[in-house]
Nanobody, 119 residues
Framework: QVQLVELGGGLVQPGGSLRLSCAAS????????MAWYRQAPGKQRELVAS???????VYTDSVKGRFTISRDNAKNTMYLQMNILKPEDTAVYFC?????????????WGQGTQVTVSS
């Protein structure tokens, strides 16, 4: 099995910054795409940003220019640097990974970390 552990959420004022991390561990042969999703109260989960193993990135329009996704393949870890945070960024942020394990290819999710942007 594979575990994804997110760290770095918290309370920040508008205009502030936070850095999230997602560390994958377990029976990992290879990690393909990793991504950050978020879900605000009463809303559907949405993609925030994704990154392939080669480093290609995709961002949702609302975070372009403010958020940066990155990964360290040697550490099986992904990051999300969030700058110029806005109240509308408040949500639970989830880590996602597409993983090759010995007995197949599976998708995994982290438990989520709360990000609250408020004065």
């Amino acid at each position: 099995q594979v575990q994804l552990v997110e760290l770095g959420g918290g309370l920040v004022q508008p205009g502030g910054s936070l850095r999230l991390s997602c560390a994958a561990s377990g029976s990992i042969l290879r990690i393909y795409t990793m991504a950050w999703y978020r879900q605000a109260p009463g809303k559907q989960r949405e993609l925030v940003a994704s990154i392939t193993s080669a480093g290609s990135t995709v961002y949702t329009d609302s975070v372009k220019g403010r958020f940066t996704i990155s990964r360290d393949n040697a550490k099986n870890t992904m990051y999300l640097q969030m700058n110029i945070l806005k109240p509308e960024d408040t949500a639970v942020y989830f880590c996602y990974a597409d993983v090759q394990i010995p007995w197949g290819r599976r998708n995994y999710w982290g438990q989520g970390t709360q990000v609250t942007v408020s004065s």
